[in-house]
């Protein structure tokens, strides 16, 4: 393998602003260059790199990376190409024979998990040929050989091992039990988890296979069937039928998101190609942010039942913190009894995109839902109308729309909206004003702390040991380990304390989805924002937590307060007396 120390050394070198200008010619834009994305069509510049971290990040299509993602993804080289190239620019020379070891060596794991998904796939495909029953589900759906060829649609076999035909190592290889698509029984015996189920391979914004969705033929349970979460394939960040949809979504500005892969399937038979589906999980905030960065239009598309609502204000709960100002998310409920698949088929395409058309805005689903159940003539039922709508009123980072929402829920409270709690003011709002802002900072860290560390730390690694505190302090939930795990390789010198060689590492250990957003946060923060103030007010807040915790374990334990000690008797003394001990 290339050396991390290599790599490091080589990002430090190049500049990717060179890099990038021998490829698109930038515009100076504030602190950045910016320039129209080379890797989605647009009229107006989005595509923006920073000079001083030394990574570029598209805010239009969510492109972004180092001087050697560039070269990967634009030159469409691999990894180590990309590096053997760069470093020639810059008269280097890549070490040799150290081209395996532990990255390489999960890259690898990786890419026969991927390898083994392309075989079973293609095993498929060569089975619906031949499947009668098959062909004649799908052709009663309506799907013609164009559009299954276009998914790559297939049939898994009934039986237990017909796998076996295309994998001869069936019955040792550990990477059909890791790609999920052999299960292990406890006696050791192997079995395929797919049978006797049409195959609808989920492919990933990169074009390779990462799993499957497999429908029942006839009448078994259940009805729909997923690959398991492996190293390649996890549910909450992944979108059926993204990959296919990507130019259809870009010329329509629009993503429909349905619940089923068939229906993806139909609509694109019907025309509708910009639509694809969350797998079989709620809607995630990675969703929603993975949309938001294909087109400024998101349409939620759910049965009009009981069960198609809370699905529905489940994904507004989560879109309302992604939403940006400019961005729409909008909301459409099928007539009872009909999925997109059903509708468009007895329907057909004008009739579905009418309803598109029509589909309720956000705002519109947010005030109906809230009032729903209440009679708003009466000031109690005003009252509770109000008290559902502030949690949720500070939940809307849109600067804009967080502004609007407040007045249009005052006055279906009948209320002045100065009467409302002021909107909470993000730092990520704040793009304006002067540099050091330490007070909007301080507001904004209700939010995602973890995320907000990483953000610092990844800005300013010379923060290390603040970041390293707050992780210590802190509970381990969403990227906390991450920041723990940073911090510490920057402190032991393992990680070069520069944004680019973070960035990197977090893109080669698979995190790219994090990485993404925390350079998007960062492209929009200036050069000397007070990150410092921001980490030590996280790394405080969390140890007073701890503390408290502590202590409040501690009181838990003891049977009268004047046997504890004096800090924690403050604890009853404040009101937070636990339950069975005054
Ligand atoms: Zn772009």
Redesign the pocket.
Known sequence: MIPQSFIQDLLSRVDIVDIVESAVPLKRAGANLAA?????T?KSP??TVSPTKQFYH??????HGTAISFMMEYHGLGFIEAVKELAARVGMVVPAGETDGARQANASANAHIVDALTRASRFFKDQLRVSEAAITYLKGRGVTGEIAARFGLGYAPDGWQNLEATFPEYATADVLVEAGLVIRSDEGRRYDRFRDRVMFPIVSTRGEIIGFGGRVLGAGEPKYLNSPETPVFEKGRELYGLFQARRAIREADRVIVVEGYMDVVALAQHGVANAVATLGTATTPFHVQKLLRQADHVTFCFDGDAAGRRAAWRALETSLQALTDGKHVNFLFLPDKEDPDSFIRTRGREAFEEMVERAEPLSAFMLRELKSGLDMATPEDRAEFLKKAEALLAQITARNLGLAMRDAVARAAGVSSASLPEPVQRATQAQAGPSRRSNTARASLLNNLPDRALEALVARPDLHLLAGRAAAAADGSGCWPMVGDLAGRVATGELSPSPQALVQWLVDGGNDGLAQRVQEQLMKRDDDYAYEDDLAAIAERLEKQRKFNQQLAAARQVQRPSDLPPEARALFASGSTPAGTA
């Open positions: 129209c994305c080379p890797f989605h647009e989005s595509f598209c805010f239009g299509c969510g492109a």
